[in-house]
């Protein structure tokens, strides 16, 4: 007996009066033309798979939904957004998905999947009003996002510059940042997608995002078996070899990062430009540093050419600054500006906004210090307006 047939008779067996009960979610054409189809999709797809705890209902029909959207299966998103819905996947998720695919497989794909979800969500009788409220404040960027900017600045940056800035400063710092999507579900939905349409070249990356984003290595699996019903088995068999190999290059990382020794990290080293997002005005980022073990601290060298600021910000567990060129300004919110000058130490809170940068007519540089908590070290506010950073009155 064929090993899957062994395990649709093992289930049978198991649960005879479940079985028998059960209604059947085969179609009738299925049925009719196709009944060992018909078979796989009652007794191992939706009696074995769906209803595995191994991965929530909820992350299935964000996987499955993505999957649909990713490769262009407008005929079957009906009935999966409607179970998307009764598992618990929002209105606003789903509509943060399929802004998200657009980059991620296509605009095609996604503007594709709206007129049916339009018609599902009529039908559900969703208020897509509220689909239409502002976007609230946006996620802070991680720690790690600086040595992702710098391999996107040098890998794509010589040959397609625009790309290159377009996904630091759209893509990552913008799209990732958005709050209609979690980081962990915006991950999983990447990670189908890509999976989906056999982009392996991004998948190593967006599997170790996912660790970052809170997907453990089981759910990560889990979703890849899961798509391999709906993408087909060799897309979640070259996928499950990507994954696998992304997992040992974290293990030997680790491995690695608990074994060294002091690193020093040269002076302008891996410089890569402060995102607009996050920054007025020309700013670098240079040395960027991380703590190897358990050590949460990190951080990196931040020059500020005259009249280049930060945006209001805050850090869970404080920062430390080290002024070591030119001249600065800094300001906690409900607090004077204040000049720094080299040599000059400055250590901010937890928890307390604020923002630096240079003076109008000098450049600083600063070396930046911060614990990280629950991965993130920062969190970004809107910016400081030309009437805040000029008008201001400033103290020593």
């Known amino acids: 007996m064929k090993p899957v047939v062994a395990a649709m008779a093992a289930l049978t067996l198991a649960t005879p009066v479940e079985a028998q009960d059960r209604k059947s979610v085969a179609p009738k054409a299925m049925q009719a033309v196709a009944p060992g189809l018909a078979g796989y999709t009652d007794e191992v797809l939706f009696g074995d798979v769906w209803v595995s705890p191994a991965l929530s209902p909820c992350d299935r029909s964000l996987v499955t939904v993505s999957v649909l959207i990713a490769t262009g299966k407008t005929a079957q998103l009906t009935g999966h957004l409607g179970r998307a819905l009764d598992n618990g996947v929002t209105p606003v998720e789903i509509a943060g998905v399929v802004t998200h695919l657009a980059f991620y497989a296509g605009w095609p794909n996604a503007v594709s999947s709206l007129e049916v979800i339009e018609k599902v969500f009529t039908d559900r009788s969703v208020d897509m009003t509220a689909l239409q409220a502002p976007v609230a404040a946006s996620l802070p960027i991680p720690a790690s996002d600086a040595a992702r900017a710098q391999a996107v600045t040098a890998g794509i940056g010589p040959a397609a510059p625009k790309l290159a800035a377009l996904t630091n400063d759209v893509l990552f710092a913008d799209l990732w940042r958005r709050p209609d999507l979690a980081p962990r579900d915006r991950s999983l939905a990447t990670i189908a997608a890509l999976a989906a349409n056999g982009d392996e070249a991004g998948l190593a990356f967006h599997v170790g995002l996912g660790l970052?984003?809170?997907?453990?290595r089981a759910e990560v699996g889990e979703a890849l078996t899961h798509l391999a019903f709906y993408a087909g088995w060799p897309k979640a068999t070259a996928a499950v070899a990507v994954a696998d190999k992304a997992f040992k290059g974290l293990d030997a990382a680790q491995a690695a990062s608990a074994a060294e020794g002091v690193r020093i990290v040269p002076p302008g080293s891996q410089p890569?430009?402060?995102?607009?997002?996050?920054?007025?005005g020309a700013v670098t980022v240079t040395s960027p540093f991380k703590g190897s073990g358990d050590a949460r601290l990190g951080g990196a060298t931040v020059t500020f050419q005259p009249g280049a600021r930060s945006n209001w910000h805050s850090h869970p567990l404080g920062q430390l600054l080290i002024v070591t060129a030119g001249e600065g300004l800094i300001q906690a919110q409900g607090e004077p500006v204040?000049?720094?000058?080299?040599?000059?130490?400055?250590?901010t809170p937890p928890r307390v906004k604020h923002w630096h940068g240079a003076?109008?007519?000098s450049a600083m540089t600063h070396v930046a210090v911060a614990e990280a908590l629950d991965g993130?070290?920062?969190s970004w506010l809107g910016p400081v307006t030309d009437a805040e950073y000029r008008t201001a009155p400033t103290e020593r």
């Open 338 to 347: 204040r000049r720094i000058k080299p040599g000059d130490v400055v250590w």
């Open 359 to 361: 003076t109008p007519a």
């Open 376 to 378: 993130a070290s920062v």
């Open 272 to 280: 890569v430009q402060g995102p607009a997002a996050t920054f007025t």
């Open 212 to 216: 970052q984003n809170g997907l453990t």
